[in-house]
């Protein structure tokens, strides 16, 4: 079996975290690829060491202020390599750096050194082999992975070693000039995606410092609980609707594989973390898997009697929409009302002219605007079999005396969308976790 | 006060009706203006006059035939006139209409021969005065009321009469050539709003021979309680999934009036009926007015990652149905899926083209079909304001064991559509019921 755990930033923020990523490869002889990004934030206000080359860069032509700076970064990785008592220096590689930075080698360059740096270290701490990503990854100059050019190089290295460190976030452009180039979106994430592609790995471990992905968000519910098992399309379903997940970008090599993904706590690291998974047969925990949503959405609607009959009704009315550039969320109707949900900043801009194009497309009867309405999602695969969620989520919302704007759910899906004021927002979300998380752990 | 009284033809089948019919009438003296229909069926096997007048004219040029049906007519009214021991005799009135017949007077002057007569009969009965609508309705070649030309006639002759029967159903053409025309839709119900409306009536009682309408179909549920007072919102949400109510044409005349139409039962005149109203403070009896449904429908659920980012998506669906013809009922969305729903017989004929639309319109990811669907409205103005009530019919379901396929509420609403399997559709409908109405009688 073959493991590629990739370590975040405030995983390998410190001496105390390289030991605790040390217990958890030693642990498991399966974790032969490890990814690592650059150190992270060690308390709130820190500064993460990709910054400090950010900052480092921009002050590349001032040498007084690049010394002070760079300093700082040094002084980082040289604080780990004291405290772990290591025999090994990153010296020389400063020394390059510093020379490097003037010569403008692009800002590509300079961000990716933290985790060049850090991925040398971790290797020699580690007794891993190390690759620099530069010989393997291939990203286009638009920051995405060519998989075309990435794809041979990197299983041929990989079937060379046995245990790797590979450091995260950067390749070389696909176009031979050997420059350094990041990927645009998802970084130190999309490097494990893809290790775990070419290595044919088993399983992707993405060690970070929370259990796994949580129920919902922390700041609306206290201590929520995380997710145990969760399919791709719940993962895309909460996070279109504002939860902070991975990038589709990072997901995607692994999912194309059928390889699961396992988030998990580097502080905690006996806790099962979130799976991330294509299918399962495993009956989840919950009858949901998450709850999520986002505030901040207007109303538009539409009364006109006998519009059913009126062939072309609705074309028309989204024609409004689309000829002012504006995306709709969702359309639900009644009978002779249809509701076009729309994002209120985006509305605000182009009220008026929507509103006359309405009249001129399909001559309402009446049109009424309400705005300041917040959208949750309720997402499970397993509400798709049972009876009664819906009655559990409206008697939840009904005795947190919640009123319900409205109410979205389409054939064979295995979400609700709801739609309550935006004060209610945080109650409403609240109510739905407990009924259906808390009053299930009772 | 004046209240307006048109009668259904079951309301004036036979003597003992007329009895009731009179009963009524002198109970209340405000009832000035009574419209008649035609003699209805007076058991489930009987035929109604207007259709034997119907056969009657079809055969008006085979002598013998035309004879045999005509004197079933005579018989109906002669019938009634021995059992309530008139000294009144409608045989002119047969001479006459038997002579006119072979001249092909038109089939409207044919059919209106029972409102004729019956309110002749009906006037003397009752000692009221007579008006033909020949002298005072106008109406256009489609069977349309021609309020410019009718409204000062009618207005003239009601302020001349203090008590009145005015046949319903027919007037004259409103193109000066004095040939009967009936109204294409409505019938006595028409003339009932007309003259309630030109004579400046307080009340439209329309007498029929159930206690107003039900809140439900009572093929789904025993004995369903009738509606107290239903706005004409309601009303039009109602009949619109299915349940049979008052034509529009029949409404519109009162309803610009702003008078209330009050459903009656001439056979158990003291109870209130159903009050039809623009609009009321009267706190409903129960939080729903209503629940109708119509089966067949079929569901295309069409799922794309990232639909929602993609302008026009939604529009460029719809473009699809219509070009083929096809208007959709509803189009409830999740994240990433859009289901459409239509009529499936509608849909059957034009599937694969519209497979293939689809396909070629948006590039979809993935197409689910779904057929016998049964929609289901739950209509109250009393939804409005509580809280909770998704939650009760969603419990109701639940608890009935309904799997719910799509739920359906839109903004400031004063229904919840819910789609259903065929198979549940009765179910559901009991169940919502028994909630809604039983649990709140007890």
């Known amino acids: 079996m073959i493991k590629v755990a990739k370590f975040g930033g405030s995983s390998l923020a410190d001496a105390e975290h390289f030991r605790k990523v040390k217990a958890i490869i030693t642990a498991d002889p399966d974790r032969h690829y490890v990814v690592d990004s650059a150190p992270g934030k060690r308390y709130k206000e820190d500064t993460k060491v990709t910054d400090l080359l950010i900052l480092a860069y921009s002050n590349r ?26 025999d090994f220096s990153l010296d020389e590689e400063f020394k390059k750096i510093r020379e490097d930075f003037p010569k403008d080698p692009g800002i590509d360059y300079a961000v990716s050194r933290g985790e060049y740096l850090n991925g040398l270290l971790l290797a020699y701490y580690l007794g891993f082999d190390f690759i620099d990503p530069t010989e393997v990854i291939r990203i286009d100059a638009h920051g995405n992975y060519d998989s075309y050019r990435t794809d041979p190089l990197l299983r041929n290295a ?49 060690w970070t410092d929370v259990n796994g992905f949580l129920v919902t968000d922390p700041r609306i519910v206290d201590d929520p609980e995380s997710i145990r098992i969760i399919t791709y399309k719940e993962l895309r379903e909460l996070s279109y609707m504002g939860a902070s997940v991975l990038h589709e970008n990072s997901i995607f090599p692994v999912r194309s594989q059928g390889i699961p993904i396992n988030i998990k706590n580097t502080n905690d690291p006996s806790d099962p973390g979130t799976l991330i998974v294509e299918t399962t047969a495993h009956k989840p925990e919950h009858v949901i898997t998450g709850i999520a949503g986002k505030k901040g959405f207007a109303t538009i609607t539409i009364e006109k009697d006998m519009m059913n009959a009126e062939i072309g009704f609705g074309r028309k009315v989204l024609q409004v929409f689309e000829e002012e ?9 009644g009978i002779d009302t249809m509701t076009i949900v729309v994002d209120q900043n985006e509305f605000i801009k182009h009220e008026q002219s929507i509103l006359a ?26 509400m798709k079999d049972g009876h009664g969620n819906a009655a559990r989520i409206f008697k939840a919302l009904a005795d947190a005396n919640i009123n319900v704007k409205m109410i979205d759910q389409g054939s064979s899906e295995l979400n609700i969308i709801i739609g309550v004021r935006n004060h209610y927002f945080n109650r409403a979300i609240k109510a739905i976790y407990d009924e259906f998380i808390l009053r299930e752990d009772e």
Chains 1, 2 share one sequence.
């Open 325 to 333: 550039g504006l995306s709709f969320e969702h359309m639900p109707s």
């Open 158 to 206: 990989l079937s060379s070693h046995e245990y790797v460190v590979i450091p995260g976030f950067y390749g070389y452009k696909n176009d031979h000039s050997h420059t350094i180039q990041a990927f645009s979106r998802g970084g130190s994430d999309v490097t494990g995606s893809i290790v775990a592609k070419c290595g044919h790995a088993n399983l992707y471990e993405n």
């Open 357 to 382: 194009g309405l009249h001129r497309a399909v001559d309402p009867d009446h049109i009424e605007l309400e705005s300041d309405i917040g959208l949750i999602a309720v997402v499970g695969r397993g």
């Open 61 to 86: 032509h001032d040498a007084k202020e690049f010394d002070k700076v760079f300093k700082k970064i040094e002084n980082r990785f040289n604080e780990i390599i004291v405290d772990l008592e290591l």
